[in-house]
């Protein structure tokens, strides 16, 4: 009977979350970002004040973790291609260029603590091949996009 | 010499090279630092179809395609190379676990006075089929790819399937280790 009203309680706050903080942020993988900034790096448990204080400390974390889960395993199971387009969307409503967000990224891989801890080290690390190469492709974008006006200028 | 000789040379050379490769895979099941237990290695959350999502897209081609399209060579080539080692990790991952569940099978199967000789037998052989298979794709992975293994990929599926399912029938309430594995409608696109 606890556990069912737990379960209850972890589905109500995952519903809230979704609802009201997820659906207004563009994309999945600002989804995953945002998901995993609320982890502690120290014990792997989710923090949120709000959500604590509507439901309890311990909802809220179990409800973070499953929608992390689920952001991440969209984006695990979705083409480069289709990763690419997520970075595209993210440097656009996040940072000033995707060309930044490709150097810094590549720099810094901060994908790599948006892994869920459950997650296995094969899955992991399909993930962090896939964002690399869809770095790569946006970087090369960008070096292709900076040539070609150059290219159209009249020659001396 | 006789095309034969040539085909029985070639059949012991594929024989040994595979059994070479299922040695080496053996061997590193028990490497749990680096590749975790048996099931965390391959599942990703427990026992549900992202695994099996997981596994088909690892030997899609059309990541690899796509990379090599709008990239530089040398990032398609490392791709390509992260791709290999991915699908030859999550091919030890599977006969890790169909060697877990051989070996859970052979220690209930010694308490079992029930047992039927046919079963085992077709175990058995359903076993070195997948030994052989398996040993076969993880050359055909090593040597083109991914993408080019994906058909055999199927069969040896299939074939652990039905190992699978020889345990469960032979043992249905032994302690066999699931292997999540894609059913027909996740085979990797070739």
Redesign the interface.
């Given at each position: 009977m606890h556990e069912e009203l737990k379960h209850e309680g972890v589905e109500a706050a995952r519903r809230d979350l979704a609802d009201r903080t997820l659906a207004k942020i563009r994309g999945d993988l600002a989804r995953l970002i945002y998901l995993a900034s609320m982890r502690d790096y120290n014990t792997g448990e989710y923090h949120h004040e709000g959500l604590a204080c509507m439901f309890t400390e311990s909802v809220a974390g179990k409800a973070i973790a499953s929608c992390h889960?689920d952001v991440f395993?969209r984006l695990?199971?979705c083409?480069?291609?289709e990763l690419?387009e997520q970075l595209e969307l993210y440097a656009r409503t996040n940072c000033s260029s995707s060309s930044e967000l490709a150097h810094v990224w590549a720099k810094l891989q901060p994908y790599r603590v948006t892994v869920?801890l459950?997650?296995?080290?094969?899955?992991s690390?399909?993930f962090v091949?896939?964002i690399?190469?869809a770095l790569?492709?946006l970087e090369?974008?960008q070096l292709g996009a900076h040539r070609e006006p150059q290219s159209a200028l009249p020659g001396p | 010499m006789s095309a034969f000789a040539y085909f029985l040379m070639a059949a012991v050379a594929i024989l040994g090279v595979c059994l070479l490769l299922s040695r080496r895979a053996g061997r590193r099941d028990f490497d749990r630092e680096a590749?975790?237990t048996g099931q965390?290695?391959?599942?990703?959350?427990?026992r549900d179809s992202?695994d099996s999502?997981?596994s088909a897209?690892?030997f899609?081609p059309?990541?690899l395609d796509?990379?090599a399209i709008?990239?530089?060579r040398r990032?398609a080539r490392q791709?390509r190379q992260?791709?290999t080692a991915?699908a030859l990790?999550?091919l030890r991952?599977v006969r890790g676990q169909v060697n877990q569940s051989i070996r859970a099978h052979v220690r209930d199967a010694r308490e079992n006075a029930g047992l039927k000789p046919s079963d085992e037998i077709r175990l058995g052989f359903e076993f070195l089929l997948f030994q052989l298979s398996s040993g076969i794709l993880y050359l055909v992975i090593w040597v083109c790819g991914p993408p080019r293994a994906a058909k055999l990929l199927g069969y040896s599926l299939k074939l652990a399937a039905q190992l699978r399912n020889v345990t469960e029938d032979v043992l249905p309430a032994g302690r066999y280790v699931g292997v999540e594995l894609m059913d027909n409608k996740q085979e990797p696109r070739s």
């Open positions: 889960r395993k695990l199971l083409s480069v291609k690419v869920p459950e997650c296995s080290p094969l899955a690390r399909f091949s896939n690399k190469a790569a492709i090369s974008r | 590749y975790g965390e290695t391959f599942l990703l959350f427990g992202v999502e997981l897209r690892i899609d059309e990541d796509f990379v709008e990239t530089s990032n791709f992260e791709r991915l990790d999550w991952a």
